[in-house]
């Protein structure tokens, strides 16, 4: 009901403004002077577009408008020297123009042109940096590549097989940042390059504890892959597969203890092993959801220290 109400006290409402503009419109029609009236209705409806709105109007794009209201505003004061000097700040004031800060617009990197891998040099190893990267020059430079699959694929098609290259290559900084890609080319060199900087490009950080081991066990599977990862102590060492331990040195995990199930293949144990580190809960997950201090989430889980409730 109150619903109901509030949808009838709207319409009732508005109907009583209409009335009101129509009742003052016939009286301002026999005095003549009906444009006043509607002239105010508008203004009450539509912006003052006199002056800038700062989330809406660029300051750069309207500079010709703004200079004209300098000029508008020196004929108004006219041989007013004192006033004359401080122009624009009068008129900043009265049309509210205010200067963006510098960090208000949002610099977006250009799209590039598409380059040709035929024409770089050292193409072969696909480490040449490029502003499609999406990745700065400094740390581009700290790039490890680890090449894991190259093999040859064939396409049966009506008129035959078509013979092809497929390569999967795993990017990282050694730094918690890592990622994998896919390439596939007639030639072995071009796909490890396809790969590689599709790699780059889908880079991601991973959470690791005291910078050489996740946070927790993991179990995971992909497919007929099943993934099972242990944190280990300090010294400890990668004691996991040759395809993970690679991944393990790009992403920068040092102490590891791993077993597969199921299937081997490198393809689907890369990409287990990324959605796998990709699970770990971190100590600022625990500490929201059990609602404990953050620091006490690290002495319950590797100190033995009874944990302490946020009182709330």
Known sequence: MSTIALRLARRVQATADIRAFSTSAAVEKKRGTLGTVVSAAMTKSFPDF???????????????IIELWKKQKAQEL?????????????????RNIVDPPANFFRKYPKQPAKMNLEEVTNADDGM???????????????????????????????KGKIPSMYAMVVVGNGMGSAGFGEGKSFEASKAVVLATRQAIKSMQHFPRYDDRTIYHDIEHKFKATKLLLWARRPGFGCRVSPVVHEICECIGIQDLAG?????????????TVFGAL??????????????????????????????TYVRK
């Open 278 to 307: 990709q699970t770990q809960r971190v100590p600022d997950d625990l500490a929201r959801a059990r609602g404990l201090r953050l620091l006490d989430v690290y002495h319950t889980y590797y100190g033995n220290i009874r944990p």
């Open 128 to 158: 040449f940096w490029s502003e499609d990267l999406l990745i700065p020059f400094e740390q581009f430079g700290k790039l490890s590549k680890k090449t894991l699959v190259v093999k040859r694929t064939t396409q049966m098609t009506s």
């Open 259 to 271: 077993k597969i199930h199921g299937s081997r293949n490198p393809m689907n144990v890369i990409k």
């Open 50 to 64: 006199s002056k800038f709105d700062p989330i809406y109007d660029d300051v750069s794009d309207n500079t010709s």
């Open 78 to 94: 006219g041989s007013n020297i004192s006033s004359a000097s401080n122009i624009e700040a009068m008129v900043n004031k009265e």
